[in-house]
């Protein structure tokens, strides 16, 4: 069940910046009033509660009350990939901005953005991103830090899908861009899935005529103990096989429209996160072998891909046939050899 709450009424902001909330009472405050505080004032902001068990739903509508700009969507919870499709449906912008609810913006952030991507006759802008530790994230003054002359560079759509391989500018996630709402008309997020911005990443940016980057971080992304890749290690679930399917449909997405070159990069990522995530749950979750087999049945559909990838070494063509031919032989040849090199963590 979906109810939506606005008080905006008879207008169309440039853009739409959506905020998919769950349980996070403690921290959307320093988000929303990030967004709000924005030099650049006609957007709307869509703020969608996902179900939450905490204040985050009451903090909402109280928010609600005192902007004109802002929605209010309350829904059952289900997954964020749910909670972006709902925002995105609501949305009147031209174009889309999504937000974490936990990290925060620039003051500048919309106004670089749609900038930029109204000056290019862009699809899409991106923007660099700031990792904050959460004790840091108080010092709010950083969103006031004076912008440098920051450069910017444009490409084509498809160039940039190997943007998706560069750990340092993270291509695949929806914060830090803006997007042309047109490219949502035939593309949703996919529900029920964990990472399930991987799925829909290369799709955009394949629909893109052209990407533009600004080398200017905009975007505060907050680390916190226990989750979004900090030190504390994250529990290996079954829900982490989600990431194979999203790179093995990737690696095939390439492939159905003859990109080699960034298909030869899809391959290996692709092969590098299934391998730690099958021997990592040998370890972790025994109980989960028909799991296993689901993901064991996406490789050997790729298998000849992979060997035949002039960008894969002549040793780990050889652990990819050891561990076609069988798992337990591949296990015995991988702690012979060098495994770290050979089977790290993506």
């Known amino acids: 069940m979906i109810s939506i709450i606005s008080k905006r009424r008879n207008s169309m902001a440039k853009i739409s910046v959506i905020i998919p909330i769950y349980n996070q009472e403690f921290n959307m405050q320093l988000c929303i009033e990030s967004v709000l505080t924005q030099t650049f004032p006609d957007f709307e902001l869509i703020l969608v509660n996902d ?23 309350h829904k059952e919870h289900h997954d964020i990939g749910a909670a972006r499709n709902a925002g995105i449906s609501r949305s009147s912008g031209e174009y889309i901005t999504f937000v974490d609810c936990d990290d925060f913006l620039h003051e500048e952030m919309l106004k670089v953005l749609y900038h930029q991507i109204v000056f290019t006759e862009a699809d899409i802008a991106l923007c660099d991103f700031q990792p904050i530790e959460e004790r840091e994230e108080k010092n709010e003054n950083r969103r006031k830090d004076p912008l440098q002359n920051y450069s910017v560079t444009t490409s084509s759509g498809i160039k940039a899908l190997h943007g998706l391989y560069d750990t340092d500018r993270l291509f695949s996630v929806p914060w830090s861009k803006m997007f042309r709402k047109e490219l949502f008309n035939h593309i949703k997020y996919p529900v029920g899935y964990v990472d399930d911005d991987e799925f829909v990443a290369h799709r955009l940016l394949y629909q893109a005529d052209k990407v533009v980057y600004i080398h200017e971080p905009l975007y505060y992304y907050v680390v916190c103990v226990g989750r979004k890749g900090s030190e504390t290690p994250i529990p290996m679930t079954v829900k982490k096989f989600d990431k194979v399917l999203a790179l093995y449909e990737r690696a095939v997405f390439f492939r159905e429209r003859n990109l080699r070159d960034v298909e030869e990069r899809a391959l290996l990522h692709f092969s590098e996160h299934f391998f730690w995530y099958y021997l990592q749950s040998q370890k972790e979750l025994p109980n989960a072998a028909e799991r296993r087999k689901e993901i064991k049945k996406l490789y050997n559909r790729l298998f000849f891909r992979m060997i035949n990838n002039p960008q894969v070494s002549k040793k780990k063509r050889v652990v990819y046939g050891a561990f076609r031919l069988s798992p337990s032989i591949h296990k015995l040849l991988i702690s012979r050899l060098d495994a770290k090199r050979l089977v790290k963590q993506p």
């Open 51 to 73: 179900g939450s068990t905490d204040k985050s739903g009451v903090l909402c509508d109280e928010y609600l009350k005192k902007d004109k700009r802002i929605s209010v969507i």
